[in-house]
């Protein structure tokens, strides 16, 4: 069993920067894909960024691409989503997740409880 923790959201202004963190706990995290997803009101869940188990793959949505970087640390159980030049449209709860690489919600097994971002015009 994967648990997962985020924390690094909050309030920026457009242009800003943000690094969200996700820590997990168990012994199977080294070789789970990790995600990012997130989710604004009134809104389905979309798709952000992915990164494989090793780190050699990442994908990104095409809204975030140039600007956004995922990565990840295996020795500290910890997957990062990097931030920049925020658009206010980037503003949603973002969450990260565990299991096999892809852009559907459906490939992963489990979620943090997500952290909330908002980019202010």
């Known amino acids: 069993q994967v648990q997962l923790v985020e924390s690094g959201g909050g309030l920026v202004q457009a242009g800003g920067s943000l690094r969200l963190s996700c820590a997990a706990s168990g012994r199977t995290f080294s070789s789970a894909a990790m995600g990012w997803f997130r989710q604004a009101p009134g809104k389905e869940r979309e798709f952000v960024a992915a990164?494989?188990?090793?780190?050699?793959?990442?994908n990104y949505v095409d809204s975030v691409k140039g600007r956004f970087t995922i990565s990840r640390d295996n020795a500290k159980n910890t997957v990062y989503l990097q931030m920049n030049s925020l658009k206010p449209e980037d503003t949603a709860v973002y969450y990260c997740a565990a299991g096999a690489y892809g852009t559907s919600p459906e490939n992963y097994y489990y979620w943090g409880q997500g952290t909330q971002v908002t980019v202010s015009s």
């Open positions: 990164i494989s188990w090793a780190g050699s793959r990442t």
